[in-house]
């Protein structure tokens, strides 16, 4: 029913078309490094036509022949207005201006120009530039995307030093995170206390925490869309940066005789350096470095090719003890071709591979794992009418999972070699989807998309009596290992197992006047792939899994509201957003559940579900001297296991618990003051309610240790986590004028030096026998930075 | 100069390990007291195993420190499956219940009786036998740190996989043992090699492993239940709230409550068959 209505819609909507209009189609960019813009927007003065640039800076937009100003505008940056006549299709490109006077630049930019950001269907997503990522006080003065996307309401983290982030009540294995469209599977760097992305080589992020538009599939909570710097095409620039942590440095400029540009960054910690030094830890070795490439060739007007790619690593050796290196690494072949004023494509061939290796010295064991994935995509977009705008493509990932191959470190070790079973997939996707002013108030935003995985063979799997890997033993009352009655052996040109799912999405807004709006949006999302980790936090050695035979794909619906608001011209904006998911087939971990090494991950877990709701309310100044927002997220995020047919009442007897990224109330203030040419004032404030954690509700001597006994998962919390950073940007006089220029960034993290805990452990005193709680906190005091930025 | 690299060094250091870490008050649930059953009938190898002691207690609050949980009254039995021959274990009034006649057979199936305050609980379980420890040695290569002490055995594990192991180690003196548990998943049929060191402490260096210093080393067979359960308990033992273990849970042992299942008792009953080892550092 619902595809017929799509149909429908779809069909409508090319008669329309048929009066005599002309198309006006173009790329956008900035005048001074030649970056194409993403998000600028094009309308016709005294119409309600417009359009806005896609992430290429292309933008396409037709209307009824006649003469009309054309206005370009883009967020701190000067308008341009040019008379075009529209009497037969044609292309002009544009190169805008930032805004002269630093005084006015907007620090947080507006998704588009703000009357169009009220009108269009889509919701529930932030965009954050470089420049306004660079402006946040940070942890030890390294400038982090992930953390500033804290900032905003519906996203959270685990706190200091826990990898990745929680969307709307979301797990961390539920985000797309994707730069310049390769998935990256590990966000960060040193166990999350640094994110992988180097600021430097980053031209902007979009997060999408709902209403993901139908050409993004794969993950249930969000999209992180990451994309790269394309390099100076004017000229040559060097940017970099020393801090106490790292230094970057970022080479861009022009190629090809300015067809084209190249951009390599590259940055590392350096603390290694001067670790031999040291007696006591000469040996060990704590580092990370990444390097992001980019370059591009513009063949034509029409056709322009482009190279990304990205390689990182950490490295975590300490002597005679353990070993630890771990990356990220991406490559993206892109050809974008325009077919017509109207019609544009992207096609991408793009690899991405995330490994990890571990040797334990003192057990004499070598762990590798890593998972990898190449992906054909492509993607184009039609500009049918002033009315409708389609979007439409294909993908395919075709992914090898190594779960883990353990080998002795060395000739005396007891180690016996192993291999867990190498795993492999394949997840298609075709979508199509429709950008639609249905009237002059009513707009949507609707596609569909199917969404493929086979599980592909080439490996043996258990089977298990009565095909159940988990049983349930009553006498005891805990789960526990299935019996395995045999295997089979399938082919490598078999299939495990294969499922084919329709995501719908469908956006909706009504424009109140031209200063409000309300929207409304359903979206099914799919995913196939599950990040196998029982511990609070994800840990860089988390092993993915796909779905197969005995994990199903996670399935989510999530519905959303929002009510949308400009002041004062536009200088002030609220945002009210509603909603509320769920989640099929969230797998759940039994009580005691293993999952290092384990090749069987089928016998220790269940088939959940979850489910959050929250409302999140985001008030932003975006002019002036003073810019900031203040991020308020009530919300709620549990999960549950039923025995099913496995039996007995399920994980945590059956009942509903929080999520460990349940938050009830978080907060969150960031605000930046321009003081003058010299001073850039910055700071942020966070409060959240504790993270749910499990207390012990009584103690038993057992072999003449006292143990804890525990109770429900997750009834209890950790201390409210709060902190306020300040930071300051000093810019000198004498940068006026001359090709080099500097800044000096100074910051203070935990201001007030709170000992925020990221655990509470329950341990008994050696000496004294007696139990107590200990707080953990990854930061006992303030933590001062400076950085010194430079450009030349 | 070289100061100022040092500071440099450290701080970065610092970063990666600046947690710190107190004492802080934290208000628990509480709830109400099970009974708690140590049925551990452990055969020292060359021994006749006839003298066994089974504890019982109740649980208490989890900060309670007055531990008077000794729970008397009790009666307690165990019976050979296999032969039917009964043990009928006395009440010592201080929480303890001992028989001097047990007869232990390997790889033998014996079932634990307890009846308390008009309950009755039951458990099974089969004598787990053990090959025995090879040798005895300290060293410093090896362990976590090549200039701190460690005392390690060896022992040999069967060919055929699924043998699991609990050893237990603790120093004279010492209020509390240190208990690790193997399985040979990963080590099928190999010589098998137990390491233990204590860790350094610059305010008292008489914390690790001192020429002089004496140990009792003991490895247990045990079976693969009680080896989750044990693992696990150790598990939460050591690492109950780290945010990188698992979450912490209820530890479910074989003893069932046949009369009211909802009560059911802390603790194990096992049947092991070890060894032992004392060793004192040169």
């Not at chain 1, 029982?534 to 993915?544: E, F, G, I, Q, R």
């Not at chain 1, 080099?740 to 960034?745: K, L, N, R, T």
Request: proline content about 3%; some cysteine.
């Amino acid at each position: 029913m619902k595809n017929k209505i799509i149909w429908i819609c779809l069909l409508m909507s090319t008669f329309l078309v048929a009066q005599e209009k002309f198309s006006v189609s173009g790329t956008i960019k900035d005048q001074k490094n030649g970056e194409t813009l993403f998000g600028a927007t094009v309308y016709l003065k005294g119409t309600t036509n417009g359009a806005i640039t896609n992430e290429y800076g292309f933008f396409s937009l037709t209307a009824k022949k006649g003469t009309y100003t054309l206005v370009v505008s883009f967020l701190g940056y000067e308008n341009i207005t040019k008379e075009i006549t529209l009497d037969v299709d044609q292309t002009i490109n544009f190169e805008i201006k930032e805004a002269s006077t630093s005084l006015e630049t907007v620090v947080i930019e507006a998704e588009e120009s703000e009357r169009l950001n009220i009108r269009k269907p889509q919701m529930s997503v932030s965009k954050l530039n470089a420049a306004t990522i660079k402006q946040m006080p940070v942890v030890l003065g390294e400038v982090d995307i992930i953390k500033s996307i804290q900032l905003l309401p519906g996203v959270t983290s685990g706190g200091e030093g826990t990898a990745g982030f929680n969307v709307r009540g979301g797990a961390a294995d539920q985000n797309l995170v994707l730069l310049d469209e390769a998935i990256i599977y590990n966000t960060s760097h040193f166990f999350g206390f640094f994110s992988v992305f180097n600021a430097d080589a980053i031209k902007d992020i979009k997060l999408y925490k709902g209403d993901i538009p139908a050409k993004f599939g794969g993950r249930v909570s969000s999209v992180l869309d990451v994309r790269q710097k394309d390099g100076n095409s004017k000229n040559f620039e060097v940017n970099g940066g020393v801090g106490l942590i790292s230094s970057r440095l970022a080479l861009e400029g022009p190629m090809f005789n300015k067809k084209g540009s190249f951009l390599v960054a590259g940055r590392t910690s350096y603390a290694h350096l001067f670790m031999p030094l040291i007696e006591e830890i000469k040996d060990d070795k704590i580092s990370f470095y990444d390097l992001n490439l980019k370059t591009n060739y513009e063949i034509n007007e029409n056709n322009r090719i482009y190279l990304s790619g990205y390689f990182g690593r950490d490295v975590f050796d300490l002597s005679q003890f353990i070993q630890n290196r771990y990356g990220n690494t991406s490559a993206n072949l892109r050809w974008n071709h325009i077919f017509s004023e109207k019609l544009f494509s992207n096609l991408s061939l793009i690899y991405s591979k995330y490994n990890y290796e571990l040797v334990l010295d003192f057990i004499k064991l070598d762990w590798v794992s890593d998972i990898q994935n190449f992906n054909i995509k492509y993607d184009l977009r039609y500009y049918t009418s002033d009315k409708l705008k389609l979007d439409f493509g294909v993908s395919g990932i075709s992914y090898n999972f190594n779960p883990g191959e353990i080998k002795p470190s060395d000739p005396t070790s007891t180690i016996n070699a192993r291999q867990l079973d190498k795993k492999r997939a394949f997840e298609g996707g075709v979508y199509v989807s429709a950008e639609h002013e249905l009237t002059d108030k009513l707009s949507a935003q609707y596609g569909l998309r199917l969404s493929t995985f086979n599980r592909l063979g080439g490996q043996i799997l258990s089977d298990y009596a009565n095909d159940l890997p988990v049983v349930y033993n009553s006498e005891i009352g805990i789960y526990e290992e299935g019996e395995e009655i045999g295997t089979t052996d399938y082919g490598r040109s078999e299939s495990i197992k294969t499922f084919a799912n329709l995501e719908p999405r469908l956006g909706l807004s009504y424009q109140l006047n031209d200063d409000s709006s309300v929207k409304a949006s359903f979206t099914r999302t799919v995913q196939y792939l599950h990040l196998l980790s029982n511990t609070s936090s994800v840990t860089p050695l988390d092993v993915w899994a796909p779905s197969g035979k005995y994990i199903q794909p996670q399935k989510s619906n999530q519905y959303a509201a929002g009510y949308y608001r400009n002041f004062k011209d536009k200088t002030y904006s609220l945002e009210v957003e509603a909603y509320y998911k769920n989640v099929d087939n969230r797998i759940d971990y039994i009580d005691g559940s293993d999952l290092i090494g384990t090749n069987n991950i089928e016998t220790e877990i269940l088939n959940g579900e979850a489910r959050a709701y929250g409302l999140e309310i985001l008030f932003r100044k975006s002019k002036g001297k003073f810019t900031g927002w203040f991020a308020y997220t009530l919300s709620k995020s549990e999960q549950r296991a039923l025995g099913g047919n496995v039996g007995g009442p399920g994980i945590n007897n059956g009942d509903w618990y929080n999520t460990p990224f349940d938050r009830t109330h978080d907060i969150s203030v960031t605000g930046n003051y321009e003081l003058n040419e010299k001073w850039k004032f910055g700071v942020n404030f966070i409060y959240q309610t504790g993270r749910p954690v499990t207390y012990p509700d009584g103690q038993y001597q057992y072999e003449g240790l006292s143990i804890a006994s525990f109770d429900a998962r997750n009834a209890n919390r950790l201390p409210a986590y709060h902190r306020l950073d300040f930071s300051a940007t000093f810019t000198p006089t004498k940068n006026k004028n001359r090709r080099w220029q500097s800044e000096w960034v100074f910051g203070v993290y935990n201001a007030y030096a709170r000992r925020n805990a990221a655990s509470v452990s329950f341990v008994q005193d050696f000496d004294t026998g007696e139990n107590e709680a200990r707080r953990i906190s990854v930061f006992g005091s303030f933590i001062p930075s400076i950085t010194y930025n430079f450009k030349f | 100069m070289k100061n100022n690299i040092k500071l440099a060094t450290i701080l970065a250091i610092f970063i990666t390990f600046i947690s710190c870490d107190d004492k802080i008050d934290v208000e628990v649930p509480e709830a109400s007291p099970r009974l708690v059953i140590e049925a551990s009938l452990d055969w020292e190898k060359g021994t006749l195993g006839n003298d066994q002691t089974i504890k019982l207690s109740t649980s208490t609050s989890f900060f309670e420190n007055t531990l008077n949980t000794s729970v008397i009254g009790a009666m307690v039995k165990v019976t050979n499956n296999d032969t039917n021959a009964v043990f009928n274990f006395v009440d010592q009034n201080d929480g303890t219940y001992t028989v001097n006649n047990f007869v232990p057979v390997l790889n033998g199936s014996y079932t634990l009786e307890v009846v308390y305050d008009g309950e009755v609980y039951l458990a099974t379980e089969n004598l787990t036998p053990i090959t025995g420890i090879n040798e005895v040695f300290q060293s410093l290569e090896g362990g976590f740190d090549e200039e701190l002490l460690d005392v390690n055995i060896t022992y040999n594990d069967p060919a055929p996989l699924g043998n699991f192991y609990m050893i237990r180690m603790q120093e004279v003196g010492d209020l509390f043992p240190i208990i690790e548990t193997r399985s040979d998943e990963f080590t099928n049929g190999n010589v098998q090699e137990e390491f233990f060191e204590k860790e350094d402490d610059d305010e008292d260096p008489t914390e690790q492993f001192n020429p002089g210093d004496e140990v009792n080393i003991k490895l247990y067979g045990i079976s693969e239940r009680y080896y989750n359960f044990i693992t696990l308990l150790i598990e939460q033992y050591d690492s109950a709230g780290n945010p990188f273990a698992t979450t912490p849970a209820e530890i479910r042992g074989n003893c069932i409550n046949t009369t009211n299942a909802a009560n059911y008792a802390f603790g194990y009953f096992r049947v092991t068959e070890f060894d032992q080892v004392d060793y004192i550092f040169q």
